[in-house]
């Protein structure tokens, strides 16, 4: 009761006064706003920080905008100095060395209006154990194993008996499914050996048939690729044709092609 009267006390006040007014609460533990529900329905716009407990990264998202999009975020850094604005944020999931490197690969993923560059890295061992271990940090865990699966069947790489680490770079996350195509070249990069260029970045989604699926949005990904000094791409068939200036587009239908166009 004592909240809802304040908020509405709140709000009154600030249509009377023309002002904006900033309410500030704490979430449950299962990430709800604490107190009524009303309090959601009163305000106009809702917005919570989100982010890993292991990373300086935080996410400021609008969970509720009467007046506008949802999908809009906001990158802040944690640092010592308090929460910072990290005005392009493509930088921070990649990692830094230049020279090739097996078992990595590069996908750009969606996060509201941004897309982001995400580094999936890949260790494959011989596995000593009856169950071989899968390990997954930033990626879904089920999907690896259906990945894994396809790639016996349709791609030829057998990491069945095989430990598998598959991580991205600083919490980045991984797990819309246009990462698909990138996850299986890491995993297939670390498996043969084959280092995949550091200017080559893979986007589309896996089905079980082995096909490569368009993802959406691909252009708006594409330029970023572009924009981020990447050369080339591997895409699904496009529908229509897509010219960018710099960046080769490479589009593939299977699986088999994918991997032969990633590991040359």
Known sequence: TQVREVASALIDTAKTLNIPVLLVGHVTKDGSIAGPRTLEHLVDVVCQFEGDPETALRMLRAVKNRFGPTDEVGCFDMSGEGIEEVSDPSGLFLSSADERVEGTCVTFTLDGHRSLP???????????????????????????????????????????????????????????????????????????????????????????????????????????????????????????????????????????????????
Not at 130 to 146: K, L, Q, S, Y
Not at 209 to 217: D, N
Not at 236 to 249: F, K, Q
């Open 118 to 264: 995400i580094e999936v890295q890949s260790l494959v061992t011989k596995s000593v154990l009856p169950t071989p271990r899968r390990a997954a940090n930033g990626v879904d865990a089920n999907r690896i194993a259906m990945l894994v699966a396809v790639l016996y069947r349709h791609g030829n790489v057998n990491l069945l008996a095989n430990d598998l680490y598959i991580s991205t770079i600083a919490g980045g996350q991984a797990r819309e499914p246009g990462c698909d195509l990138a996850i299986v070249g890491a995993l297939a990069s670390a498996a043969k050996s084959k280092a995949i260029g550091r200017t080559t970045c893979a986007i589309g989604e896996i089905s079980l048939t082995g096909q490569v699926r368009p993802v959406p949005r691909l252009e708006y990904r594409l330029r970023e690729a572009a924009r981020l000094g990447f050369t080339t791409a591997v895409v699904p068939t496009l529908r229509r044709e897509i010219a960018i200036p710099g960046l080769s587009i490479v589009q593939v239908d299977t699986l088999q092609d994918a991997l032969g166009a990633m590991l040359r």
